[in-house]
């Protein structure tokens, strides 16, 4: 839709009219803005990807908002709706995550973390799960809250798993571009991802192959093929 700098806009908490949490709302020229996601400095490269796949794939009205340290992604919304849904019609105002997307991203999770207990030791297993805590906890990723819930979702088959989490798109991007930036710390190459790729072979043909079109066309997914 648009790019704007902070002074462009005005943003406030507000309370959410059926959760009990704040979350701020960005206003611009008698339009309302719902925060989506957020990157730092460092990834304006993810945050334009995928505000243009929100616009320009999705049909959602969104906008980019460039501040000196971070980049934000924001969805328009109708204030007067019981739970700021997005004014396109589209639903919730962050793009909820398709369930075999979720679960094909945890298995390549899952065998990462196997291959690191595996290959590297259980003191580096640890280590493997409270760098992805971190993750979870500063992209707010729900149903991670404790450590038995991360360790509930690296070692639970997700193809058995009920429920799935919650996830949203922007979730499955943090993710991957997480685990495979800490695959590559812990290797020291990328030959680990050919391998968590194989694991895709659990799922059915058909969710497969749907994944890794996604994966392709996903901001942060490329770095996986």
């Given at each position: 839709?648009?790019?704007?700098?902070?002074?462009?806009v005005?943003?406030?908490?507000m309370?959410?009219?059926?959760?009990?949490?704040?979350?701020?709302?960005?206003?611009?020229?008698?339009?309302?803005?719902r925060?989506?996601?957020?990157?730092?400095?460092?990834?304006?490269?993810?945050?334009?990807?995928?505000?243009?796949?929100?616009?320009?794939?999705?049909?959602?009205?969104?906008?980019?908002?460039?501040?000196?340290?971070?980049?934000?992604?924001?969805?328009?919304?109708?204030?007067?709706?019981?739970?700021?849904?997005?004014?396109?019609?589209?639903?919730?105002?962050?793009?909820?995550?398709?369930?075999?997307?979720?679960?094909?991203?945890l298995?390549?999770?899952?065998?990462?973390?196997m291959?690191?207990?595996?290959l590297?030791?259980?003191?580096?297993?640890?280590?493997?799960?409270?760098?992805?805590?971190t993750?979870?906890?500063?992209?707010?990723?729900?149903?991670?809250g404790?450590?038995?819930?991360?360790?509930?979702?690296?070692?639970?088959?997700?193809?058995?798993m009920?429920?799935?989490?919650?996830?949203?798109?922007?979730?499955?991007?943090?993710?991957?571009?997480?685990?495979?930036?800490?695959?590559?710390?812990?290797?020291?190459?990328?030959?680990?991802?050919?391998?968590?790729?194989?694991?895709?072979?659990?799922?059915?043909?058909?969710?497969?192959?749907?994944?890794?079109?996604?994966?392709?066309?996903?901001?942060?997914?490329?770095?996986w093929?």
């Amino acid at each position: 839709m648009f790019i704007l700098k902070r002074q462009d806009v005005d943003i406030k908490m507000m309370q959410h009219p059926s959760k009990d949490q704040p979350i701020p709302i960005l206003t611009y020229q008698g339009q309302t803005f719902r925060l989506l996601s957020v990157f730092n400095a460092s990834q304006e490269e993810d945050a334009r990807a995928l505000w243009r796949d929100l616009t320009d794939n999705r049909g959602k009205a969104c906008m980019l908002l460039e501040e000196p340290e971070r980049f934000s992604i924001w969805g328009k919304i109708r204030l007067d709706q019981p739970d700021l849904e997005d004014s396109t019609g589209g639903g919730s105002a962050a793009v909820a995550a398709n369930e075999s997307h979720i679960k094909a991203c945890l298995l390549l999770v899952q065998v990462l973390y196997m291959d690191v207990e595996d290959l590297l030791g259980p003191k580096q297993a640890r280590q493997f799960e409270t760098e992805l805590s971190t993750v979870f906890t500063q992209w707010k990723f729900p149903q991670t809250g404790t450590p038995q819930a991360v360790k509930h979702l690296l070692t639970v088959d997700p193809l058995a798993m009920t429920p799935l989490p919650s996830w949203a798109e922007h979730h499955l991007y943090r993710l991957l571009e997480a685990t495979h930036r800490m695959g590559k710390n812990y290797f020291g190459n990328t030959s680990f991802a050919p391998r968590s790729l194989e694991a895709l072979e659990d799922l059915p043909k058909a969710e497969r192959q749907d994944f890794l079109t996604w994966l392709r066309n996903s901001p942060t997914g490329k770095v996986w093929l």
